[in-house]
């Protein structure tokens, strides 16, 4: 018998031997990498968010309750909104005259506004509860010549508003 036989057969273990003391440790690595990027997740969740899509710095803080009913209090939210429309969005454009002539429409509870569940998971039930919506209407961006036909999107949003202890605040779009 030739002697390289078992020679070849103990390489072949020690080969075997360190390879799988190679995935060993490059199971340990991954686990503490998995650890380590859980721990980042943590933290990054645990940091402050950014401002919320559709709020203009954020959500508000401080909200009051809103006063009963509805009606007594929408035609001061209409003038808010459209005091808001006329001066900071107007100013905030590049094209202002398209702000001229808007109106508002109905003015509801955004708890009672089907798609206001992103205003109770990023600002929270509180906030959710206490705030309102009026809809904005912007005759001159509703063009009759439009090429494509009628664009009522183009021409109407919701403004969203809460009241706290300085009034009236305007904080969202939709």
């Not at 508000?60 to 009606?71: F, N, R, T, W």
């Not at 955004?110 to 998971?121: A, E, K, L, Q, T």
Request: glycine fraction near 6%; charge should be positive; include cysteine.
């Amino acid at each position: 018998m030739d002697d390289s036989g078992p020679l070849e057969l103990s390489n072949r273990l020690l080969t075997f031997e360190m390879n799988a003391s190679n995935v060993a440790r490059a199971a340990a690595v991954h686990v503490a990498a998995m650890v380590v990027a859980l721990a980042a997740c943590t933290v990054a969740a645990a940091a402050p968010r950014a401002v919320p899509a559709g709020t203009f710095n954020g959500c508000p803080h401080g909200v009051l309750p809103l006063p009963s009913p509805l009606a007594s209090y929408a035609p001061t939210v209409r003038k808010v909104v459209l005091r808001f429309v006329a001066t900071t969005l107007a100013h905030k454009s590049n094209k202002p005259k398209e702000f001229v002539g808007a109106r508002t429409l109905q003015v509801a509870l955004v708890s009672r506004w089907f798609p206001s569940g992103w205003i109770r998971d990023e600002c929270g039930k509180t906030v959710w509860e206490r705030s309102v919506e009026a809809g904005v209407y912007f005759p001159a961006m509703d063009l009759p010549h439009n090429p494509i036909g009628h664009c009522n999107d183009c021409a109407h949003i919701t403004l969203i508003a809460s009241r706290t202890a300085n009034g009236w605040t305007v904080w969202g779009i939709y």
